[in-house]
């Protein structure tokens, strides 16, 4: 009897040369330039976790905390070690040449830029394999593998880019960008470790290690469990090879953890199973709609790394934002993966679905720079009247300042839109990519638009500067301020917008040593001072804020 013959798994790519041209590179950099660069000049700490990382990073430049155990107003904080580090240095670095919100923002642009460069070289090392190479034809034609690669590359970039929940939370100074940029990384270094051992190598001690001192290490050990796995079963381009350097790197991100204080507990068992669904649609679109449909296609080939190896990241993304009870900042580390598995959907996209999704990012980010344009001119010319209404009462009779530069850096870009959808109807229909251009072209638009034409609107909504500047008309020169019911942004807005020593300790209003009380209290209650030695002195609220107001009390000095 002879052997059974074995059948090979039928490949869902077919793709011909002229299919697997690349993005001409300054169309893609500029595309980049635009996505990193808006929001990196001439913007304040914006609320909540971008000022309250921000202020520590500040913090610790000034001197006023220790590096080792940080704390904010006297109470010690959870900051991520290594991210606060590179931020302060920052800060420490850049004093007296650029505005410390700046110098922070820059480290961190950096790590976006690094995130979309190691997403790229990974998509392009997994789209090299034999696995992920397209069905040869019967009589050639096929895509070159060095082009299809590239071409496999490009999309991925472009699916990163078009992914809505990156826009903001990649723009600030907080730990999850460089979890993010720390994902991403190894997401390369797992993918070239057979082309560039030595690199891959390096990536992998170096980079677990920094996911578990930006405050992930349990997810660090998850990702190095992983990979042990799939490099057992070589499933990885290095094989086996690669397993003694996986496991280093997760031993050293389990004893970098301990002396770095990143072991915590952060589970939130309570979560909205509904809510959460949602966020996961919006938040990894249009990536995530691609790469449902890349796991179904190559459903049989889930075990080839071109589709295990992001499938990692998408996982890890995916329990961490649940056992963190449906944290948006957690779904970050999916990111990248999503990115990679939604390129390797181009080469099976049907031509109706791909014309879906160039007429849909045509209306939409349409549709979404004409309001932007509208509120625009209604901000400064009061027209249309009912927009310009609703935007006076939302920014509480706020007028932001005309900017010449920032009108012409908002036409530049709708002008390159206008002119980006002419040729994609017009030209390169065959190309692998063309159905994620007007995706990432459409999202960079409306960033680059919010931060222009409406970034004073945005400062003055979303960070504490007017709130501080009329509190710190009324504070007594020299004076420290206590804060006892003060959050940690509250803390870090004091003492980055008034230079004031802020005591955040829970003391007795009768045992304060300031001469400054600042409380924080419910909107509607007027309540009376703490006890007879403080006198009120004003109350404040955030210009989009209901529900708190901030209460100065002053010392009463008896007379001489």
């Known amino acids: 009897m002879h052997d059974r013959a074995v059948t090979p798994i039928p490949k869902p790519a077919l793709v011909a040369r002229e299919s697997a041209r690349r993005l001409p590179r300054f169309p893609l950099l500029l595309l980049c330039t635009a996505y990193v660069l808006p929001g990196l000049f001439g913007r304040e700490p914006w609320r909540n976790a971008d000022l309250t990382a921000f202020g520590q990073m500040l913090a610790m430049a000034q001197g006023r905390t220790s590096w080792w155990v940080p704390a904010l107003g006297g109470i010690p904080t959870d900051a991520a070690l290594l991210p606060t580090w590179i931020g302060a240095a920052s800060i420490w670095l850049a004093d007296g040449v650029l505005a410390p919100a700046l110098a922070a923002r820059l480290p961190f642009a950096a790590l976006l830029a690094l995130t979309l460069l190691a997403v790229w070289y990974a998509t392009f090392h997994l789209a090299r394999t034999d696995a992920a190479q397209p069905l040869a034809f019967a009589f050639g034609g096929e895509a070159p593998p060095a082009d299809y690669a590239r071409a496999i590359a490009d999309g991925a970039l472009l699916a990163l880019l078009a992914t809505l929940g990156l826009l903001q939370l990649g723009h600030e100074t907080t730990p999850e960008l460089a979890q993010l940029a720390s994902m991403a990384g190894l997401l390369w270094a797992l993918a070239c470790a057979d082309r560039s051992p030595t690199l891959a190598r390096l990536g992998l001690i170096a980079l677990l290690p920094a996911l578990a001192a930006s405050d992930a290490p349990a997810l660090a050990s998850f990702i190095g469990l992983a990979a042990c796995a799939l490099s057992w079963r070589s499933a990885l381009p290095g094989g086996r090879a690669i397993l003694p350097w996986i496991v280093a790197g997760t031993v050293l991100s389990l004893l970098v953890a ?93 031509r109706g679905t791909a014309a879906a999704i160039d007429w849909f990012s045509v209306f939409f980010f349409t549709l979404s720079a004409a309001a932007i344009w509208m509120f625009y001119l209604a901000m400064h010319i009061g027209w249309p009247a009912k927009p310009a209404a609703n935007v006076l009462r939302l920014l509480s009779g706020y007028r932001p300042p005309f900017s010449a530069s920032e009108l012409v850096l908002g036409l530049c870009a709708t002008l390159a839109w206008i002119w980006l959808v002419r040729w994609r109807t017009g030209r390169h229909r065959s190309a692998l990519w063309r159905s994620l251009v007007l995706p990432a072209s459409g999202v960079a638009l409306s960033w680059l638009l919010l931060m222009t034409l409406w970034l004073p609107a945005l400062d003055h909504a979303r960070s504490y500067r007017s709130a501080i500047a009329q509190l710190a008309r009324t504070l007594p020169a020299g004076s420290c301020v206590s804060a006892p019911t003060a959050p940690p942004v509250l803390v870090a807005a004091l003492e980055y917008y008034t230079g004031r020593r802020v005591d955040a300790q829970g003391m007795p209003p009768d045992t304060v040593t300031c001469d400054a009380l600042l409380l924080v209290q419910s909107t509607p209650v007027r309540r009376a001072p703490p006890s007879a030695m403080w006198v009120e002195q004003e109350r404040v609220r955030r210009p989009t804020e209901r529900q708190e107001t901030l209460v100065l009390y002053l010392r009463q000095r008896a007379p001489a």
């Not at 992001?310 to 963190?324: D, E, K």
């Open 258 to 350: 301990w002396p770095l204080h990143a072991w915590q507990w952060r589970i939130a068992p309570r979560m909205d199973p509904l809510q959460t669904m949602r966020l996961w649609l919006w938040f990894l679109w249009p990536a995530g709609a691609l790469a449902a449909l890349t796991l179904w296609r190559w459903r049989r080939y889930l075990g080839q790394a071109h589709v295990s190896v992001p499938l990692l990241s998408l996982i890890t993304g995916l329990v961490a934002c649940l056992g963190m009870g449906g944290s948006d900042r957690a779904l970050m580390l999916a990111l990248p993966g999503v990115a990679i598995l939604a390129a390797f959907a181009l080469p099976t996209l049907q």
